[in-house]
């Protein structure tokens, strides 16, 4: 134990506390189960690593943090590291990259009923079926999805705004969307930063090297489909090399209005091991389902509209063949989705809260499409700030 201490140390005093996700805040650290997943290199490790630093000081003797690829989980269980701790007087636990140990769920699941004293706190891929393991963790666990970087996060990432600059909720950009721009617009220029976060900033690796950004992109996808999924989910190589071939093949075609029994047939596979495999896409964030309100069984039923996860994979793919009408459709719905119900409306691009209805555009988008609709606003891009109902579509970054 005194070698996982070590590397602990370690880690903490290269932590920078500089910038920290959204999420971090949300969270009710008070809690004895906490669970955390989110995509390969959205800064889970980093989010506990400053949590403790930020709460226990850089040598704490009581907090232990370990990460279960770890090469001392070969001939140790996770269990009986608990075990010991708790006998040396430690309280608080954090698990890293728990989809890498075997038996994660059970022996977390029996670390909670055994060792009342200690709180623990477990990272994971996004491909973690959380409360479908054979451990029961429903009842225990509070689970957080971190999602990349947000606008407002990367422009504070990269230093253009004050790191106490809070994001809005949806309600206050409808309403006082003009007063809101104008005062960001007085401390930078939005519309370069934004093309900018468009093409690299939505992970925060980018900044490691900018250079060979997209490329690495590419291969945090490739390790998740076979790396993480074959982990998580009872799959074989060959569904993994279909899984990647769906991806490529949507990603040409978004936005997509799925033909299910179409690409089924094109796919050689059938229809419910496709709808199993947009479901693995969903949950590796590499895509996002877009689906008309709806409950119960009806939920089942094939997505409107697909679109890939996060406009950086739209660089990343095919840099030439970008379509910026595809762009900022990606981007609103992918900003929005993490704090507001979004579904599909046919009369126009989408619709939020239930209420809300918008249309995606440039500059020079008229109003014909929403004329008849109540609630209805543009988001619309190139333009610093808006006007009434037209509302800059960069602005819908600043949500989280």
């Known amino acids: 134990?005194?070698?996982?201490?070590?590397?602990?140390?370690?880690?903490?005093?290269?932590?920078?506390?500089?910038?920290e996700r959204y999420l971090s805040k949300e969270i009710k650290w008070n809690n004895r189960l906490i669970a955390i997943t989110g995509a390969r290199g959205c800064g889970k490790t980093t989010l506990l690593l400053q949590h403790i630093k930020k709460e226990y000081g850089n040598y704490p003797e009581n907090v232990l943090y370990v990460s279960l690829d770890n090469i001392w989980f070969t001939t140790h269980k996770l269990y009986d590291l608990a075990h010991d701790f708790?006998?040396?007087?430690?309280e608080y636990l954090y698990l890293d990259e728990v989809h890498k140990y075997a038996n994660w769920s059970r022996?977390?699941?029996?670390?909670?009923?055994?060792?009342?004293?200690?709180?623990?706190?477990?990272?994971?891929?996004?491909?973690?079926?959380?409360?479908?393991?054979?451990?029961?963790?429903?009842?225990?666990?509070?689970?957080?999805?971190?999602?990349?970087?947000?606008?407002?996060?990367?422009?504070?990432?990269?230093?253009?705004?004050?790191?106490?600059?809070?994001?809005?909720?949806?309600?206050?950009?409808?309403?006082?969307?003009?007063?809101i721009a104008a005062e960001i617009c007085k401390k930078l220029k939005p519309i370069p930063a934004f093309r900018n976060y468009l093409k690299y900033g939505y992970y925060p690796y980018y900044k490691e090297d900018k250079?060979?950004?997209?490329?690495?992109?590419?291969?945090?996808?490739?390790?998740?489909?076979?790396?993480?999924?074959?982990?998580?989910?009872?799959?074989?190589?060959?569904?993994?090399?279909?899984?990647?071939?769906?991806?490529?093949?949507?990603?040409?075609?978004?936005?997509?209005?799925?033909?299910?029994?179409?690409?089924?047939?094109?796919?050689?596979?059938?229809?419910p091991s496709?709808?199993?495999?947009?479901?693995?896409l969903d949950k590796a964030q590499a895509i996002m389902t877009l689906e008309k309100e709806a409950s119960g069984m009806s939920q089942m039923v094939k997505p409107e509209k697909i679109y890939v996860q996060n406009t950086n994979y739209m660089y990343a793919l095919d840099p030439e063949k970008v379509d910026i009408g595809n762009v900022r459709e990606t981007f609103f719905f992918?900003?929005?989705?993490?704090?507001?119900?979004?579904?599909?409306?046919?009369?126009?691009?989408?619709?939020?809260?239930?209420k809300y209805c918008f249309e995606i555009g440039g500059k020079n988008k008229k109003q014909a499409q929403i004329s008849n609709l109540q609630h209805a606003?543009?988001?619309?891009?190139?333009?610093?700030?808006?006007?009434?109902?037209?509302?800059?579509?960069?602005?819908?970054?600043?949500?989280?």
Request: proline share 4%.
């Open 211 to 271: 250079d060979t950004y997209l490329e690495r992109v590419l291969q945090t996808f490739n390790t998740i489909i076979e790396g993480d999924l074959p982990n998580v989910a009872n799959i074989d190589i060959h569904s993994v090399a279909r899984i990647k071939k769906l991806f490529y093949i949507l990603s040409s075609l978004v936005p997509f209005t799925p033909n299910i029994s179409k690409l089924s047939k094109e796919m050689d596979i059938t229809r």
């Open 86 to 90: 708790q006998l040396m007087g430690g």
């Open 1 to 19: 134990m005194k070698q996982l201490f070590s590397i602990f140390y370690k880690h903490l005093d290269r932590t920078s506390d500089c910038f």
């Open 377 to 400: 606003y543009l988001a619309l891009d190139d333009i610093e700030t808006g006007f009434r109902n037209e509302i800059p579509l960069w602005l819908f970054g600043m949500l989280y």
């Open 334 to 354: 992918n900003q929005v989705r993490v704090k507001y119900p979004i579904n599909y409306l046919p009369e126009t691009d989408f619709k939020v809260s239930g």
């Open 107 to 179: 022996e977390i699941k029996n670390i909670y009923d055994d060792f009342p004293e200690i709180s623990v706190v477990f990272t994971g891929s996004s491909m973690l079926e959380i409360f479908k393991s054979d451990a029961d963790l429903s009842r225990r666990a509070v689970h957080y999805l971190l999602q990349g970087m947000s606008f407002r996060e990367y422009l504070i990432f990269e230093g253009l705004l004050d790191a106490t600059t809070s994001a809005y909720t949806l309600d206050e950009i409808l309403t006082n969307h003009v007063p």
């Open 274 to 280: 496709l709808l199993n495999y947009l479901h693995y």
